[in-house]
């Protein structure tokens, strides 16, 4: 695995996850554990241009937590850059079109040029309606609510929008309301699905990705769609909600694991309370209290 390279073409900065440093990462280390010629893994057979790897190796090698890794991988599922399969042995990925990454024909030659055009240029599918740049209506109906922030927005967490902001820099609200659904799904998380992203949720979600960035907020998600806490399965039975993990104190509470599933008590029950002071109710129950001298 450590013998040999791979190519990088000067056309992958015009990659639409160029400037999304966990999503490239992880892509460029796939591009690195896969295989260049077949051969078997415990009996199964892996191709060219697939690979086995693990999500804890990708860690490793990059230094991102599982959860930046998993939306990462989703990302890259959703856009068509790979394709992700179990079976018995563990999880294979293919990574589709690798012989264009790979390919030795010359690069001044019309058809290696051409060949590589094709790989790196965006696909005109319906899936660039979930990328980040966002659609001409959404943009347009975006400029309208600039010129009409409340004047209040900023006790709610949610700041006026950049102005330095620019249009390719504005969010797809759509595919993250689509990200955000789907990783609920997939965890079985009752968390209820969010079917609409206005008004203060969109303000909402514009400041916490100014704040902490895109990456931030998918790393997010996927902790809360994980979090027995959050879904309800606490001595409150309280459940989270779109609005209320977008809050700017309760995203930074979820972002550094206050509601990461607790480990075993000494009683041997499983401890989902998070830490004194973090109930979203600011309730206490299940205590009674012992007066002192009696």
């Avoid at 809360?224 to 104190?249: E, H, M």
């Avoid at 401890?271 to 109710?281: E, I, L, M, R, V």
Wanted: hydrophobic share 30%; net charge positive.
């Amino acid at each position: 695995m450590e013998d040999g390279w791979i190519k990088l073409h000067r056309k992958m900065r015009e990659w639409q996850h160029y400037q999304r440093p966990s999503v490239r990462l992880v892509f460029e280390e796939l591009l690195f554990c896969a295989n260049t010629k077949p051969a078997w893994f415990h009996g199964i057979k892996v191709n060219r241009g697939e690979t086995m790897v693990s999500i804890e190796t990708i860690c490793a090698y990059t230094g991102f937590a599982r959860a930046t890794v998993v939306a990462a991988l989703k990302i890259l599922e959703e856009t068509k850059e790979i394709k992700r399969s179990k079976c018995w042995r563990g999880i294979r990925t293919k990574i589709v079109n690798f012989d264009k990454y790979q390919d030795n024909g010359s690069s001044e030659s019309s058809t290696g040029s051409s060949s590589k055009t094709e790989l790196l240029i965006e696909p005109q599918s319906e899936l660039q309606t979930e990328l980040l740049i966002e659609p001409e209506q959404e943009l347009k109906k975006d400029k309208k609510e600039k010129n009409n922030i409340d004047a209040n927005a900023s006790t709610s967490g949610a700041a006026a929008p950049d102005p330095e902001m620019s249009s390719q820099e504005s969010v797809d609200y759509v595919g993250l309301m689509k990200f955000f659904n789907r990783t609920m799904e997939e965890a079985g998380a009752i968390i209820p699905r969010c079917k609409s992203c206005d008004g203060k949720r969109r303000e909402f979600v514009r400041a916490r990705i100014r704040e902490h960035g895109l990456d931030a907020v998918y790393e997010m998600i996927t902790k809360a769609s994980q979090s027995d806490f959050l879904n309800g399965k606490s001595r409150s039975g309280w459940i989270a909600d779109f609005t209320w993990l977008f809050r700017p104190s309760n995203f930074q509470k979820v972002l550094e694991g206050n509601y990461d599933n607790r480990t075993k008590n000494y009683n041997g029950q499983q401890n989902n309370q998070p830490s004194t002071g973090s109930n979203p109710k600011n309730t206490v129950t299940g205590f009674k209290v012992i007066k002192a001298g009696g």
